[in-house]
Structures are given as C-alpha cells and as structure tokens.
C-alpha cells in the first residue's frame, strides 16, 4: 500500500511519524510495567543503559569517516583528561572540522 | 533502591529549567540540525507547514531524514512504518532502562516526562540517576530545550535554509556523537563494565554489516544488557 505525498496524504504521514515516535517513547515503559524488577533485571538495565550508548557510537567510529573518528577519539581523550562535557564536545568537533577542512 | 530518597524522584519547576539550561548548549547545536531537515524537506518538496508539523509532533531526528530519503509522489506505508520503527526504537531502550525510577511516579507524570525522551536528556537523566542526583529535571527539561530548538531550527531551515546545507564542513554533524561518547566515559568504568561494552560494540557492529539496516542499537544493547546479566558476581548496586 502507498501513501500520496500531497494533501491529505502528508498530514498521514505526519501523523504516522509522530505515532510511531510516541509509541516507542511509551512503549519501553508500558512493557516494563509487566516486569517484576529484581535483581537480575536490574543488571540488565544497568548494563544496557550503558550498551545504547556503545551500540550507537560504534558503527559511527568503524563506518565513519576519518574525521569521525578522529572527532570521538579527542572527545575520549579530553573527557578522561579533564571530566568536563562541554570542552570534550567541543574539542571533538573542532577536530572534525580540521580535520575535514584540509 | 528500597531505601528510596526521594528527593531523587523530584519533579518541580526549578529542576525542569535546571534541565533546560544545562542542555541548552548542545540543543543549539540541534538547531543546526533542524534547520537541515527543513531545508532538504523543503527541497523534497513538503509543504512548509507539514515539516515544521512533523519537527514538533514526531520529534525524531534520524526517521525524519530517513523519511526524506524514501520521499517521491508516493511512499510505501509498510516500509516507511518499519524505517520509522527500527530508528525509533531505541527509545523502547531508554524508557525501559529508566523504569526503576519512572516506576516511582504517578502514571500521568510516567509518561508526560517520556513525551520528549531524545538520545541526549536521557543520557544526561541516566547518568544523575546512577550519580544518586534527581534525573527527571533533566528529562523533561533538557527535553524541551532539544524540542525547541529542533523545531526552531527546522523553520530556520524552511525559510532561511541556504546558509546551512552543509553542517559535516564545520564539525557539526559530530556533535551528538560526541556528546555520548563524553556521556559514556564520564560514567562508571570497571572490568566488569568493560567486557558489557565490549560485546555491545562488537555485536552493534555485526548487526550493522550483517542485519536489517538500524538493527544495531537493539542488539548491541539487549546483547550487552545480557552479559551484564550474567556475568560477574559481585554485588556493585548504586
């Protein structure tokens, strides 16, 4: 089944979008709802909560380009150096545009 | 957690606008972003008023542009669903991984500070929750700096979008990436917490080259969440 992308049809598509968004915002906790949380499910969630963060940086340091890489590795360095956020990301970025400009 | 501090389940006005200073800084970046997606779904040909309607509804960086690419005179209402659904999924994690908290708070608040969960105010709730700091300020207020700006910078695109249309020159397309990364080494490091994130990269990477396209969150995390579950025995509760 298609969807027209004129009129009607975008306002769908718009409403479809922010249904599946507001599903899986809502869904996560709904479903846990029917969990008892002991102890092993709380291992789980401690160890995925930091797994999303891995499994979303991953390919982007393997399939990225070089400035990509460069960009999480000065990140890494400055946030282990100093513990500060902000000039990590900062120092990540500007790395990335350097690295890209030339 | 039976112990419970309350202070830790707080929610009032002084900690959602604590939330959305502190994520100010990288929400304007987000701008940079939004205004992107409003430029190249103007030039997909979307009507001004359906970008910005979809900026604030969806609130869903990487499906938006997903949707942009599958964008012609028809799409196919199966395949857009499950695009949508496999890049939205990650929020299924990030609701999940703050239920020992959200399960705290009355139903109504549960899923009003869920309304605007993004991938940088749930890292920065996540990592108050671990620290033993109050995280729903940062929800639903970082929440809503991401959402402003998001939906400010795709009408910035939309109207003024030319001056913007390559961010990746400036660095700028690195700044969520970033972002988690500062996120991911700020907080716990151990033995045990290393060989979780091992298998997560590892698994994340073969799900990447080998499985449906946007599989990787999920399975890198379940994959780590297992391991985390099953290995190492001492007790290491917050």
């Known amino acids: 089944m298609n969807i027209e992308t004129t009129g009607t049809g975008t306002l769908a598509i718009v409403l479809i979008m922010a249904l599946v968004a507001l599903a899986t915002r809502w869904g996560g906790v709904y479903l846990m ?17 930091g797994s999303v963060l891995v499994a979303l940086l991953a390919p982007m340091a393997v399939a990225g380009d070089n400035a990509a890489r460069v960009a999480l590795l000065t990140t890494a360095v400055i946030m282990l150096l100093l513990k500060k956020p902000l000039p990590a990301i ?11 400009y030339f | 957690m039976t112990t419970a501090n309350t202070g830790l389940y707080q929610l009032d006005g002084s ?3 604590s939330g959305f200073r502190q994520l100010a800084p990288i929400s304007v970046f987000v701008t940079v972003f939004g205004a992107a997606f409003g430029l190249a779904a103007k030039q997909k040909g979307l009507s001004d008023t359906s970008i910005i309607a979809m900026s604030a509804l969806a609130f869903s960086g990487y499906a938006q542009f997903a949707l942009l690419e599958q964008w012609g005179a028809q799409i196919p209402l199966f395949a857009m669903l499950m695009t949508a659904l496999a890049i939205n999924a990650r929020h299924l994690l990030m609701g999940a991984t703050l239920y020992p908290w959200l399960c705290r708070l ?5 899923y009003g500070v869920m309304l605007l969960a993004s991938d940088a105010n749930w890292a920065m709730s996540m990592r108050a929750f671990s620290g033993g700091r109050p995280g729903f300020g940062l929800l639903l207020g970082g929440g809503l700096a991401l959402w402003f700006f998001w939906v400010s910078g795709t009408w910035l695109g939309v109207y003024f ?16 990436g970033c972002f988690l990364l500062a996120m991911a080494v700020g907080g716990e490091k151990s033995p045990r917490m290393l060989i979780i994130w091992l298998v997560a990269a590892l698994s994340s990477l073969l799900a990447y080259w080998y499985l449906p396209d946007n599989s990787h969150v999920l399975v890198g995390a379940l994959a780590g969440g297992m391991i985390g579950t099953v290995w190492g025995t001492h007790d290491h509760e917050h």
């Open chain 1, 90 to 100: 900062a120092g990540g970025m500007v790395a990335a545009a350097v690295m890209r």
């Open chain 2, 15 to 17: 900690l959602i606008w």
């Open chain 1, 33 to 49: 709802s029917f969990v008892p949380i002991n102890y092993r499910v709380k291992r789980f969630i401690q160890a995925m909560s």
């Open chain 2, 106 to 110: 009355t139903p109504a608040k549960r």
């Open chain 2, 161 to 176: 979008g030319n001056a913007i249309s390559h961010p990746e020159r400036l660095g700028l397309d690195m700044v969520m």
